[in-house]
């Protein structure tokens, strides 16, 4: 049996050199705001924490304010969370993929009707 198609939109945001946010950065904000820390987010998403450090450090980087930011102490020790900005750009970036894939709905029945 053949495998059912998928659209996927793939939005990407440079700033400069660097993809300041893009779907694995998107899926890692999520996993963190899931999770409360880098290293079980990584661990869900199947990376590794330094991975996963190496894409915070460039998403706080390029924006204006820091999108992941450390919770100090606590029971657990504390854990990391996502700022006011990073909840913004989790938030926008979810919405523009269902702005694109609900403009794109036609076009994308039509190329489906085209495949094999």
Do not use: H
Not at 50 to 58: E, I, K, N, P, S
Not at 63 to 76: H, M, N, S, T
Request: charged letters at 30%; hydrophobic letters at 40%; aromatic letters at 4%.
């Amino acid at each position: 049996m053949m495998p059912k198609s998928r659209a996927q939109f793939r939005l990407r945001i440079n700033r400069g050199k660097d993809i300041a946010v893009g779907p694995g950065k998107i899926d890692l904000l999520e996993a963190i705001a899931k999770t409360g820390s880098i290293t079980s987010a990584a661990r869900t998403l199947g990376m590794s924490y330094r991975r996963a450090w190496l894409l915070v450090d460039t998403m706080n980087r390029c924006f204006k304010e820091p999108v992941v930011e450390a919770e100090a102490g606590g029971r657990r020790g504390g854990g990391t969370r996502l700022t006011a900005v990073g909840a913004e750009v989790l938030q926008c970036y979810r919405k523009v993929e269902k702005l694109a894939a609900s403009a794109a709905a036609l076009e994308i029945r039509k190329i489906r009707r085209l495949l094999r």
